[in-house]
């Protein structure tokens, strides 16, 4: 089974609809990233979360909110969806405790707003 | 702010070819080093590392130095093949305070044909 799952792999959704990305860990780790992917830009940091109390804006914040229900899951959401959001979405993990700042990466989600 | 700077693809070689995709990074002090790939329809999997200035990364046959002097990070390998087929990032996280954030650079598309 995949360390890092991402719930749902693909979702075409119209604008000014709520979405929930989700993502859940087996990982044990305390860290937790949201990014989108969209092509030429590379990927860009959403939301991260240094464990369930603690959570924190990225560089593209603005649109999206994050909820860390537990140290295993962490999910994105849109409360309006518009169609600049289109993108690909990686969820990732890491662990402070082993000092190697690798982070593991989830398969994606590729979200459509039409 | 910190800054990566990637080649811009796609790049086309053939089987066998020589390969370096040329990353150079703009950090204070010490980051580490990471280049992730991803294959297609899959997330981002960490290729190869390095944490500190001459250190040199290396995994499946591709290598990369640390080079503090030019602030650099080339992927080299010497003999591709079509299974290599993929994007590959070149990253950053600071050596302290970034809590394993990392910036990546836009990404370089490799394909490699028979």
């Known amino acids: 089974d995949a360390d890092v799952t991402q719930t749902p792999r693909n979702r075409i959704t119209k604008t000014g609809k709520r979405i929930m990305l989700e993502c859940s860990q087996t990982?044990?780790?305390?860290?937790m990233y949201w990014y989108r992917q969209d092509p030429g830009l590379g990927l860009r940091l959403i939301y991260y979360s240094f464990d369930v109390k603690d959570i924190n804006k990225g560089e593209i914040s603005d649109g999206y909110s994050v909820s860390r229900q537990a140290q295993a899951k962490f999910s994105l959401s849109l409360e309006s969806a518009i169609p600049n959001q289109t993108a690909l979405y990686f969820c990732?993990?890491?662990?402070?405790?082993?000092?190697?700042?690798?982070?593991?990466f989830g398969p994606g989600t590729r979200l459509t707003v039409l | 702010g910190d800054s990566v700077t990637q080649m811009e693809g796609p790049v086309t070689l053939s089987e066998e070819a020589f390969l370096t995709i040329n990353c150079t990074y703009t950090a204070t002090g010490y980051p580490s080093l990471f280049w992730y790939v991803q294959y297609p329809g899959e997330g981002l999997q960490l290729l190869l590392k390095a944490t500190k200035a001459d250190d040199k990364g290396s995994n499946k046959g591709f290598e990369a130095t640390y080079r503090k002097e030019t602030t650099s990070f080339h992927l080299e390998k010497g003999s591709v093949q079509v299974s290599d087929s993929a994007v590959y990032f070149c990253a950053l996280t600071p050596i302290t305070g970034g809590g394993n954030k990392l910036t990546f650079g836009t990404g370089t598309q490799l394909k490699v044909e028979l």
């Open positions: 990982k044990g780790h305390d860290r």
């Open positions: 990732a993990t890491s662990d402070r405790g082993t000092g190697q700042n690798e982070q593991f």
